[in-house]
């Protein structure tokens, strides 16, 4: 029997949420990132998935530089923020009330406050692949939060991490 792929499977795959921030002549902006991860130990690098329509690929493509900013479970909110406007819509860093930030050390985009990851990074390649551009940068700082959980997102929806299961 052959097995037919559905058009939607992509739904499917899990996902942790980050936000990046970024600056550059579009101004500070965040846009929300199912497709991030850490690609290398030493060195600590990090890629994330980036459409070249948007104002974050423009302002990395400029800056050389990014946050990654793990989402926490308390911060559907700002990933919502994050991910359903563009940045020319309305400026989403300035949304009342929603963005807290903690001072960069390395970088001048913004660092978003309570979650598990906080990352500057530094451009070190771009590559088309499909249709988004891998953007890879080095970490030259990092702080994270033990007591903090991911955010996760299956099916359309975003979840918690549950219990542990025994090995």
């Known amino acids: 029997m052959e097995r037919r792929v559905a058009d939607n499977a992509q739904k499917y795959f899990v996902t942790g949420v980050s936000m ?9 902006n965040v846009m929300a990132a199912e497709w991030t991860m850490q690609v290398s130990y030493k060195p600590f690098l990090i890629a994330v998935f980036v459409h070249e329509r948007a104002s974050t690929f423009k302002n990395i493509k400029e800056s050389k530089e990014f946050g990654v900013n793990v989402a926490s479970d308390d911060q559907t909110s700002l990933v919502n923020i994050a991910g359903g406007y563009s940045r020319t819509e309305i400026d989403k860093l300035k949304v009342k009330d929603a963005f807290k930030f903690i001072k960069s050390k390395h970088i001048s985009a913004p660092i978003i406050a309570g979650c ?9 390649a771009m590559k088309k692949l499909g249709d988004h551009t891998m953007i890879v940068g080095k970490v030259v700082s990092v702080i994270y939060n033990k007591t903090k959980k991911p955010l ?15 090995p």
């Not at 598990?116 to 070190?124: D, G, S, T």
């Not at 996760?152 to 025994?166: E, P, T, W």
């Open 20 to 28: 990046i921030t970024s600056v550059g002549s579009v101004g500070k």
């Open 152 to 166: 996760v997102y299956h099916a359309g929806r975003y979840n918690k991490i549950g219990s542990l299961i025994a």
């Open 116 to 124: 598990i990851i906080n990352a500057e990074c530094k451009l070190v």
